[in-house]
């Protein structure tokens, strides 16, 4: 499986980084949707950095794809 991307097919690093997204996404999700049921407090405001801290790498991520 070659890294780089060719006119046929996506390479191996364009590949992780679209899956791992997704996984990411899948994940904020499932956090804050948990974070919708607790009272406010210390452990809903963790999930909610969580939340914002995937948010971010799954930005960083996306552009180092938009740029691979």
């Known amino acids: 499986m070659q890294l780089r991307n060719t006119a046929d097919t996506y390479g191996a690093l364009a590949k ?20 919708e049921g607790l009272p406010d407090g210390l452990e809903k405001l963790t999930m909610i950095t969580r939340h914002k801290s995937i948010g971010i790498l799954v930005l960083g991520l996306a552009l180092i794809r938009i740029a691979w």
């Open 16 to 35: 992780f980084l679209h899956w791992a997204i997704v996984i990411l996404i899948i994940a904020q999700y499932v956090i804050i949707e948990a974070a």
